[in-house]
C-alpha cells in the first residue's frame, strides 16, 4: 500500500470508464472484437500517454470511445468496478464515490437498470475484499448535445438514482460535453431530483466559464465537479464560500486538458484561501496515469499547499460526501490525528 502520506483519503470524483486498469481494457476489448488503437499492450498504454494531452476536454473525451465499447456486458462492468474498489483499497483510499452513466451503457441491450446493479455487484465485491473501505456510486446523467437529445434517457437516471439511493447508490452528477447548451436547460432534471431527495453534484466550470457555476448552484447542486473557472468571479466565489459549496479539483486532468496552464497556476490555493471547501480528486484514474498521492506530489511540490492543507482538504471531502453522518464522523476522528 501506497503510504508517502499516511492519512486515509478521500476521492470524490472519479469516473469508473476512465479508471480501468489498462491490463483489464486491453484482455476485454480482444474479447469483444472493439477496434484498438495499437498493436499491444504497451503500445495501448503509449496511446494513453499521448492521447491524454490533447488539449481540449472535449477532444479528451474521445478518449472514452475504448471504454464504453468493452463496457457494455454486465459481468464487465461489474469487474471493472471491483478492480477499480480494490485498486483504490491499495492506494490507502478510505471513502470513493464512483460516477458512472447508466445510458452509455445500453447500447447491447442492458438496461439502466441492469447496469446500476452490475456497478452495484462489483462495489459489494470489491468492498468484500478490502474490509474498512467505503465507498459509494454516483450515476452521472449526460450532456451529449442539445439538452433534448438524451433528454428521456437523463430522466431515467434520475428515477434509477432515485431507486438504488441508499443501495450503494449515494447521488447524482450531469458530465459530458460543457457549452453546447446552456447548463440552466437542465434545471428540470435538477428539480426532480430534489423532489425524489437525491443529493446532486455537477459538472461546471471547467472548460466553461463561472457562469455555468452559478448555473449549478442555481438548481441545487451543493458539489460541483471541477468548478475551476468560478475563479474568475470574486462575487460567486464569496457566494460558494458562504454556502459550503465544495469544489472537486482535479489537476491533472486540469492540465492535460487544458484548461488551466499549469500546476501553478491552477486557482486551487486561493480558492481555499477565499474559504471555499476545496477538495483534491483524480478523475480518471488510468487515463490520466495517476494516483492520489500522485495528485497530493502535485499540489506540494507546485501548488503552494501543504500537507496539513492536504489533511484539510479531506475534511472538506468528508464534509462534503454523500454519506450518513455516522460515517463522515467516522472519518473524520480518523483524520482528527493527522491535523
Known amino acids: 500500500m501506497m503510504n508517502r502520506y499516511p492519512f486515509p483519503k478521500v476521492d470524490l470524483h472519479l469516473h469508473l470508464d476512465g479508471s480501468i486498469l489498462p491490463e483489464t481494457a486491453w484482455e476485454l476489448a480482444q474479447k469483444v472484437g472493439a477496434p484498438l488503437p495499437a498493436d499491444s499492450l504497451e503500445g495501448y498504454k503509449a496511446y494513453i500517454r499521448r492521447a491524454v ?6 477532444e479528451y473525451l474521445k478518449l472514452f470511445d475504448l471504454p464504453l465499447a468493452i463496457l457494455q456486458q454486465p459481468e464487465h462492468l461489474t469487474r471493472v468496478t471491483r478492480e477499480l474498489v480494490e485498486l483504490l483499497h491499495r492506494q490507502g483510499v478510505a471513502y470513493a464515490e464512483i460516477r458512472f452513466a447508466p445510458q452509455l451503457h445500453t447500447r447491447e441491450g442492458m438496461t439502466q437498470r441492469q447496469a446500476v446493479e452490475a456497478v452495484l455487484r462489483g462495489r459489494e465485491e470489491g468492498l468484500a475484499a478490502c474490509p474498512g473501505m467505503e465507498a459509494g456510486i454516483l450515476c452521472c446523467m449526460m450532456c451529449v448535445g442539445p439538452e433534448a437529445v438524451n433528454r428521456a434517457a437523463n430522466a431515467e437516471t434520475v428515477e434509477v438514482t432515485a431507486e438504488y439511493l441508499g443501495k450503494g447508490v449515494v447521488g447524482l452528477d450531469l458530465a459530458g460535453a460543457e457549452g453546447i447548451d446552456p447548463l440552466s436547460a437542465f434545471a428540470p432534471l435538477f428539480r426532480r431530483a430534489a423532489e425524489l431527495g437525491v443529493p446532486c453534484t455537477c459538472h461546471a466550470g471547467d472548460s466553461q466559464g463561472p457562469d455555468t457555476v452559478r448555473d449549478a448552484m442555481d438548481m441545487g447542486a451543493r458539489r460541483i465537479g471541477h468548478g475551476h473557472h468560478i475563479f474568475d468571479d470574486p462575487a460567486l466565489c464569496r457566494r460558494a464560500a458562504a454556502e459550503g459549496i465544495a469544489l472537486e479539483i482535479c489537476p491533472t486532468s486540469n492540465i492535460q486538458c487544458r484548461t488551466q496552464p499549469s500546476y501553478g497556476e491552477h486557482p486551487a490555493r486561493r480558492l481555499l484561501d477565499m474559504g471555499i471547501p476545496v477538495t483534491i480528486n483524480t478523475d480518471n484514474m488510468a487515463l490520466a496515469g495517476v494516483s492520489l498521492e500522485d495528485e497530493y506530489d502535485h499540489c506540494v511540490n507546485e501548488m503552494g499547499f501543504t500537507e496539513r492543507d492536504l ?11 454523500f454519506l450518513p453522518e455516522e460515517k463522515k464522523a467516522k472519518l473524520l476522528a480518523a483524520l482528527e490525528p493527522f491535523r
Open 53 to 58: 494531452n490533447c488539449g481540449a476536454v472535449n
Open 311 to 321: 489533511v484539510e482538504m479531506n475534511r472538506n471531502s468528508v464534509r462534503a460526501a
